[in-house]
């Protein structure tokens, strides 16, 4: 029997990649948690395939070599990533105060479930803290001045949560119809860039053309001013980016340069509580480029030669005084006549 330091439940989360699942589930195994919660949705109707891979995936806890608690969980009718997912985690947090959640694709190092522990229990009872990422979407930010940081651009690449945030997640997310709760939460967000951003996330979540969980942990983290935790060097590598599988990180990622990276225990804990605004700044810039084909904080135009050539001779009259003479003389004609 392997000894065990972790006390920490672990949610699984599962669909159809029984190769990468297996990666991840060696994982979770080597860090040898109390219980694994290990969920499965069922296969799309009519698609052969998810039929093979759901059930491969199924397959892999048979003789699993662990002597912790194990709960499965395995779909009948297919949810699809929004329901299914936020249908996992409700499992783990219905039952647990708190947990450490992980998708099939998130594979993280060792160190970050003694990570994910030891911030749980700082944060417990801190109505500010909503989460604990493991991802740093930068793959390293002021790791010379800190072990991790407060963010309200959180990645949920790998994270650990408590059941005092989880029992208030809408899937719905009704609240962003409100038009007082969207102008809150906009006017939260730190810049234009963030605002356009997430309302084209929250729009396309609510009308249904986006099929996904988080979303709405976001949308939850924004209308608390909650913040969640990230740490200085990441610890989370997305080894489902183009699977065959993959829903939806298809393409060119820009976030395909994660890294995993060793980080050292405990950790150096922060003795504020605030918000890094240029790490979200720069982490929605890397991930979303687009919106930045205008500088943040663009410099003045450069004048034309007009208006350089204009800039000059107001300059040339100001220094003269001759702006001041051609003012008093009119002044004083007005005068005369009056």
Same mark, same amino acid.
């Given at each position: 029997?392997?000894?065990?330091?972790?006390?920490?439940?672990?949610?699984?989360?599962?669909?159809?990649?029984?190769?990468?699942?297996?990666?991840?589930?060696?994982?979770?195994?080597?860090?040898?948690?109390?219980?694994?919660?290990?969920?499965?949705?069922?296969?799309?109707? #009519?698609?052969?395939?998810?039929?093979?891979?759901?059930?491969?995936?199924?397959?892999?806890?048979?003789?699993?070599?662990?002597?912790?608690?194990?709960?499965?969980?395995?779909?009948?009718?297919?949810?699809?990533?929004? #329901?299914?997912?936020?249908?996992?985690?409700?499992?783990?947090?219905?039952?647990?105060?708190? #947990?450490?959640?992980?998708?099939?694709?998130?594979?993280?190092?060792?160190?970050?479930?003694?990570?994910?522990?030891?911030?749980?229990?700082?944060? &417990?009872?801190?109505?500010?803290?909503?989460?604990?990422? #493991?991802?740093?979407?930068?793959?390293?930010?002021?790791?010379?001045?800190?072990?991790?940081?407060?963010?309200?651009?959180?990645?949920?690449?790998?994270?650990?949560?408590?059941?005092?945030?989880?029992?208030?997640?809408?899937?719905?997310?009704?609240?962003?119809?409100?038009?007082?709760?969207?102008?809150?939460?906009?006017?939260?967000?730190?810049?234009?860039?963030?605002?356009?951003?997430?309302?084209?996330?929250?729009?396309?979540?609510?009308?249904?053309?986006?099929?996904?969980?988080?979303?709405?942990?976001?949308?939850?983290?924004?209308?608390?001013?909650?913040?969640?935790?990230?740490?200085?060097?990441?610890?989370?590598?997305?080894?489902?980016?183009?699977?065959?599988?993959?829903?939806?990180?298809?393409?060119?990622?820009?976030?395909?340069?994660?890294?995993?990276?060793?980080?050292?225990?405990?950790?150096?804990?922060?003795?504020?509580?605030?918000?890094?605004i240029e790490y979200a700044v720069r982490s929605v810039r890397k991930g979303y480029p687009y919106f930045y084909e205008v500088p943040v904080y663009p410099e003045p135009p450069k004048p034309?030669?007009?208006?350089?050539?204009?800039?000059?001779?107001?300059?040339?009259?100001?220094? &003269?005084?001759?702006?001041?003479?051609?003012?008093?003389?009119?002044?004083?004609?007005?005068?005369?006549?009056?």
């Amino acid at each position: 029997m392997k000894n065990r330091t972790l006390q920490i439940p672990v949610l699984l989360i599962t669909f159809n990649r029984p190769d990468v699942t297996k990666v991840l589930l060696d994982r979770i195994l080597e860090a040898n948690p109390p219980k694994l919660y290990y969920f499965n949705d069922a296969p799309r109707p #009519g698609n052969e395939n998810d039929r093979i891979n759901c059930q491969a995936v199924r397959d892999l806890i048979n003789n699993l070599a662990y002597d912790g608690e194990l709960l499965t969980r395995f779909e009948e009718k297919n949810l699809g990533c929004k #329901g299914g997912e936020s249908t996992a985690m409700t499992w783990l947090f219905e039952n647990e105060e708190m #947990g450490i959640v992980l998708e099939d694709d998130t594979l993280p190092t060792l160190e970050f479930f003694p990570y994910c522990e030891e911030m749980l229990h700082k944060y &417990k009872d801190d109505n500010r803290i909503m989460s604990i990422g #493991g991802c740093n979407l930068l793959n390293e930010w002021k790791s010379d001045e800190q072990d991790y940081h407060f963010t309200n651009y959180p990645s949920f690449w790998g994270w650990a949560g408590w059941q005092r945030v989880w029992k208030n997640y809408d899937v719905t997310m009704k609240d962003w119809n409100d038009p007082k709760v969207r102008e809150m939460v906009l006017q939260y967000l730190p810049t234009e860039e963030f605002r356009q951003l997430r309302t084209s996330e929250f729009d396309s979540l609510v009308s249904g053309r986006n099929d996904t969980w988080d979303y709405q942990f976001l949308f939850q983290h924004h209308t608390n001013h909650g913040l969640g935790v990230v740490p200085s060097k990441n610890m989370i590598s997305n080894i489902g980016i183009n699977h065959v599988e993959a829903v939806h990180m298809i393409g060119d990622s820009p976030f395909s340069d994660l890294a995993p990276q060793e980080i050292s225990l405990p950790m150096n804990h922060n003795p504020y509580i605030i918000p890094d605004i240029e790490y979200a700044v720069r982490s929605v810039r890397k991930g979303y480029p687009y919106f930045y084909e205008v500088p943040v904080y663009p410099e003045p135009p450069k004048p034309t030669p007009a208006q350089q050539v204009r800039m000059a001779i107001g300059k040339i009259i100001g220094e &003269k005084g001759i702006v001041r003479d051609i003012t008093d003389t009119l002044l004083a004609k007005k005068k005369e006549k009056g």
